[in-house]
């Protein structure tokens, strides 16, 4: 308990200094997939956000965007579709961005989903990003039941964050915290931290598998290790 305190009280700390609110900006210049904004502090590399053109009488959300490179006062972007509120019956705005249009940067990082392996490191996890609004874990554990998906893919996270307007996943690991973009699965902070647990959930913490065990315990196989499968899941690469 302790040990678990000084942690806390240490990531606090560390924690203190990371803003991820949101920036907003205009298109300076768009060039073909690209586009760039002025850079500021507050602009984080691989960060995403979203893209609004403003019409005579009203504005829409035409593109999203994620930050590839800052340099010379200058952030670039790269252009991709946004699709979160994509129903059928509607279809997507087909506006190319333009110079002018509003971009609006760390779009829904101050909401999260805590991805840990056991309820000690999901609190911890929760109490650490105290700026994070973070959805009740049993929302997602729910939506994977209905969806029949036991070992969460990426399209399943993505799903669950456009449904919830949640823009950010915290993942509890073996020696580190990572937050990671729930769209483009991107690290954008992370910390080393001891929280190796003894016990894993799988697939990761929730009352859920209180009354529905059986269903995460069908492919529990496929999961194997919590924390080499969610490695996996956000660096595929590094995770070999």
């Not at 065990?213 to 995770?239: C, M, Q, V, W």
């Amino acid at each position: 308990m302790k040990l678990l305190l000084f942690f806390l009280v240490l990531g606090v700390n560390l924690f203190a200094d990371f803003d991820l609110k949101p920036v907003k900006s205009e298109l300076l210049k768009v060039d073909g997939p690209h586009a760039y904004v002025r850079d500021e502090p507050g602009i984080r590399l691989h960060a995403s956000g979203i893209v609004s053109h403003r019409f005579k009488h009203s504005k829409s959300i035409i593109a999203r965007v994620s930050v590839i490179q800052k340099e010379n006062g200058l952030a670039k972007l790269e252009f991709k579709v946004f699709d979160s509120l994509e129903q059928e019956a509607l279809p997507l705005p087909n506006i190319l961005p333009e110079v002018g249009d509003e971009v609006l940067l760390n779009f829904l990082y101050d909401r999260a989903v805590a991805i840990a392996p056991d309820r000690t490191s999901h609190d911890w996890l929760v109490q650490k990003f105290p700026s994070l609004y973070f959805t009740h874990i049993d929302v997602l554990g729910a939506q994977l039941i209905r969806a029949n998906a036991p070992a969460p893919k990426r399209a399943d996270f993505r799903k669950f964050c456009s449904d919830n307007a949640v823009g950010i996943l915290a993942f509890a690991l073996r020696d580190k915290i990572k937050l990671v973009d729930c769209q483009d699965f991107h690290v954008l902070y992370e910390e080393d931290v001891a929280l190796n647990s003894s016990t894993q959930q799988a697939p990761f913490y929730s009352r859920i598998e209180g009354y529905r065990s059986d269903f995460f315990n069908i492919n529990s196989e496929e999961i194997g290790d919590f924390y080499r499968y969610y490695e996996t899941l956000i660096d595929p690469l590094r995770a070999r």
